[in-house]
Each structure stands twice: as structure tokens, then as C-alpha cells.
Nanobody, 124 residues
Framework: QVQLVESGGGLVQAGGSLRLSCAASGRTFSRYAMGWFRQAPGKEREFVAGISWSGDSTIYEDSVKGRFAISRDNAKNTVYLQMNSLKPEDTAVYYC?????????????????WGQGTQVTVSS
């Protein structure tokens, strides 16, 4: 069992930056692929970024490529999402998720554990 706790959300002006963190409990964190998803009001949850268990493979949703960066520190059981050049359309609740298979995917259904989410609001 893995528990995930996100932090780092908040209110920021367009063009600004935020770094989200997701702290995981459990000894097997390093085996899991990790993903960040987001959900805006009235919209479905969508994939943002993912990283393999080793950290050597990452994938991004097209609209965040070049602006967001996902990374992980297995020694700290933490995954990060650095968000730069934020836009109002990035406003959403951001969730981290863990996939026991270890190989990063974009499909929410493949992830086994989810955090409670952290709100990111970007003002224009």
C-alpha cells in the first residue's frame, strides 16, 4: 500500500512558476512509475507528465512540453513537477499517482494509487 501526499500548489500569475511535490509512504516507492494528472472544473482528469521507476524515461502532454519538468528522488520517496511559464489554462487540481508496473503510461486506469490533489490557480 502506498499513500501519496501532494503539496506546493497555490495562486500564481501567468508566466510564473510553481513546484509541486508528491511524498510517498512505503518502502517500494522506487519500483513505481509516477504520474501527474490534473482536473479542471467540468473537465475530465488528464495526464500531464510521467516518469518511470528509474527516472530515465519521461513523457509529457503536448501542451506542457518545454514548460513542465517531472523528476524524482527515490532516496526521499518524492516526485516533483516543476511548472514554468504557467498559463491560466493550467488552472486545475493536480494529482500524483503511482503505477506498480513501473513503466510510465498516460492512462489514469493503469495507476494504482492516488493522492488527494493540490489546487493550482493561474491568474491572467
Amino acid at each position: 500500500q502506498v499513500q501519496l501526499v501532494e503539496s506546493g500548489g497555490g495562486l500564481v500569475q501567468a508566466g510564473g512558476s510553481l513546484r509541486l511535490s508528491c511524498a510517498a509512504s512505503g518502502r517500494t516507492f522506487s519500483r513505481y512509475a509516477m504520474g501527474w494528472f490534473r482536473q479542471a472544473p467540468g473537465k475530465e482528469r488528464e495526464f500531464v507528465a510521467g516518469i518511470s521507476w528509474s527516472g530515465d524515461s519521461t513523457i509529457y502532454e503536448d501542451s506542457v512540453k518545454g514548460r513542465f519538468a517531472i523528476s524524482r528522488d527515490n532516496a526521499k520517496n518524492t516526485v516533483y513537477l516543476q511548472m514554468n511559464s504557467l498559463k491560466p489554462e493550467d488552472t486545475a487540481v493536480y494529482y500524483c499517482a503511482a503505477d506498480e508496473l513501473g513503466y510510465v503510461t498516460t492512462t489514469p486506469a493503469t495507476y494504482d494509487y492516488w493522492g488527494q490533489g493540490t489546487q493550482v490557480t493561474v491568474s491572467s
